[in-house]
């Protein structure tokens, strides 16, 4: 029953059901024997999934071709995240740091991060220190986020009180 692109994320949830990214995204239920196919028509944003990734309290976050989705897995709700001044942003990369902190990547609009404690967006661009727009890969280590650009790495560290975030771009060499 699962057709569609390449798989594009995967991940295994607390209740023991199986999230894949495909065309659209499939929940499995090897217990129930059950398979769930969401698409456009169910609410997601666009049905090409680049990336998952299991929130907290009941939360699954989608990286589709066009955006964000949030689908709150206790009341069925699919939410798709807005982005004041961004419309149709490609997600390329999504993860949640050590301290809670959900980044996603776009494909030409920069890099944001999600406080968990007030849900406040904060967006990192060529103007704080970002090396490109465009974002392949993200990945924390020891703290700090390490954002892979166009043009080379861009490495994020926590600051303090007056300057949050620390930004430092290397080129490609």
């Given at each position: 029953?699962?057709?569609?692109?390449?798989?594009?994320?995967?991940?295994?949830?607390?209740?023991?059901?199986?999230?894949?990214?495909?065309?659209?995204?499939?929940?499995?239920?090897?217990?129930?024997?059950?398979?769930?196919?969401?698409?456009?028509?169910?609410?997601?944003?666009?049905?090409?999934?680049?990336?998952?990734?299991?929130?907290?309290?009941?939360?699954?976050?989608?990286?589709?071709?066009?955006?964000?989705?949030?689908?709150?897995?206790?009341?069925?709700t699919i939410k798709h995240l807005q982005v004041k001044g961004v419309s149709n942003f490609e997600v390329a990369g999504l993860i949640k740091d050590s301290r809670g902190n959900t980044w996603f990547g776009t494909s030409g609009n920069g890099l944001f991060m999600i406080s968990?404690?007030?849900?406040?967006?904060?967006?990192?661009?060529?103007?704080?220190?970002?090396?490109?727009?465009?974002?392949?890969?993200?990945?924390?280590?020891?703290?700090?986020?390490?954002?892979?650009?166009?043009?080379?790495?861009?490495?994020?560290?926590?600051?303090?009180?007056?300057?949050?975030?620390?930004?430092?771009?290397?080129?490609?060499?």
């Amino acid at each position: 029953g699962i057709s569609g692109w390449n798989a594009a994320g995967i991940f295994e949830d607390g209740e023991g059901q199986i999230w894949l990214g495909r065309k659209g995204l499939y929940v499995m239920n090897e217990e129930k024997g059950t398979i769930k196919n969401l698409t456009q028509q169910q609410g997601l944003g666009n049905d090409r999934v680049n990336y998952l990734l299991e929130g907290s309290n009941g939360q699954v976050w989608i990286g589709t071709a066009t955006g964000i989705d949030v689908i709150d897995t206790k009341d069925g709700t699919i939410k798709h995240l807005q982005v004041k001044g961004v419309s149709n942003f490609e997600v390329a990369g999504l993860i949640k740091d050590s301290r809670g902190n959900t980044w996603f990547g776009t494909s030409g609009n920069g890099l944001f991060m999600i406080s968990p404690e007030d849900g406040k967006l904060t967006k990192f661009t060529l103007a704080n220190g970002l090396a490109n727009m465009v974002i392949y890969t993200i990945n924390e280590r020891d703290g700090s986020i390490y954002a892979g650009t166009g043009t080379g790495l861009t490495v994020i560290t926590p600051g303090n009180e007056k300057n949050k975030w620390q930004l430092k771009s290397y080129g490609k060499p």
